[in-house]
């Protein structure tokens, strides 16, 4: 199976079990599917969208995420559980739907054009999960992480024509 196709497939995979159909409503369809589908690139460059993958070095899930980031993040939960219980970091970030939650959270918070093109999209999402929300602006494109992205971007792109 050629690399593109096996990207392409991971992410319809990540897209499946994070979406809900609450969420594309109310966000609009167009706008969610691209939120989606970067989402995807994301956990692609980040783990491989390794979905059962666990922590290396204080970063856990298949988003790679530490508790300063996903405390930022407002400290999201699976459902049920309390944010203050010790734990509760661990549980969220290696559950993919809440593992992207706090993806979105994180986003929503940093929310900034990094690459200064003039508009704030995929590209720059990918930055400040990469950088972190105050550092996105340094150039990152010679790493791995943004090399896969770029990758896992023109494959969705072709494929959506
Ligand atoms: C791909 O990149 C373009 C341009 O930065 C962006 O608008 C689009 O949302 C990206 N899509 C994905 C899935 O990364
Ligand atoms: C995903 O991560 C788990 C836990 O680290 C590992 O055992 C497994 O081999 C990984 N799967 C893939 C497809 O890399």
Not at 104 to 127: E, P, S, T, V
Not at 132 to 151: A, D, P, S, T, V
């Amino acid at each position: 199976m050629n690399t593109s196709r096996a990207l392409v497939i991971h992410v319809l995979l990540l897209v499946v079990v994070t979406t809900t159909w609450g969420l594309l409503a109310t966000r609009g369809r167009k706008n969610s599917i691209d939120m989606e589908l970067c989402m995807g690139c994301i956990c692609e460059a980040t783990s491989n969208c390794n979905l059962t993958f666990q922590c290396t070095r204080g970063l856990c899930g298949p988003f790679l995420i530490s508790e300063i980031y996903w405390k930022e993040a407002g400290r999201p939960t699976i459902t049920g559980d309390n944010p203050n219980r010790k734990g509760a970091y661990h549980k969220c970030v290696t559950e993919p739907y809440c593992a992207a939650a706090t993806v979105h959270q994180y986003l929503a918070k940093y929310h900034q054009d990094c690459n200064g093109d003039g508009r704030i999209d995929c590209d720059d999402f990918a930055r400040i999960h990469y950088m972190g929300g105050h550092q996105c602006k340094i150039n990152m494109n010679h790493l791995g992480y943004y090399k896969i992205f770029r990758e896992c971007n023109k494959s969705l792109q072709k494929l959506m024509g």
